[in-house]
Nanobody, 126 residues
Framework: QVQLVESGGDLVQPGGSLTLSCEVS????????IGWFRQAPGKEREGVSC?????????YYARFVKGRFTISRDKAKNTVYLQMNDLQPEDTAVYYC??????????????????WGQGIQVTVSS
């Protein structure tokens, strides 16, 4: 049974930084992709960034990230991180970790991801 457990959400001031963690367990396939999505109040869920277990560690970022976020994977800890810098109020959202075995790293569609975490709140406010 695949489980994705997010942690690290918090309240931060504009310009601050935060690192989200997604602890991954239960995949039986050697290949899977992990993506971060977010959903702000009144808005649709959108893809933020993704990576996979494929060699080379390719990554994808949504345009609105603008070089502020970094996704990384710690193989030994089975954890995927999303380092977020220069956070702004518009980054306020519930952030979700999602996983899929048939997902290629690239533009993100919710329907491609089979497994989802429970979501975690990130609030950027002064």
């Amino acid at each position: 049974q695949v489980q994705l457990v997010e942690s690290g959400g918090d309240l931060v001031q504009p310009g601050g930084s935060l690192t989200l963690s997604c602890e991954v367990s239960g995949f039986t396939s050697d290949y899977y992709a992990i993506g971060w999505f977010r959903q702000a109040p009144g808005k649709e869920r959108e893809g933020v960034s993704c990576t996979s277990t494929a060699s080379g560690g390719s990554t994808y970022y949504a345009r609105f990230v603008k070089g502020r976020f970094t996704i990384s994977r710690d193989k030994a800890k089975n954890t995927v991180y999303l380092q977020m810098n220069d956070l702004q109020p518009e980054d306020t959202a519930v952030y979700y970790c999602a996983g899929g075995t048939r997902v290629l790293v690239g533009p993100m569609m919710q329907g491609d991801y089979e497994y989802w975490g429970q979501g975690i709140q990130v609030t950027v406010s002064s």
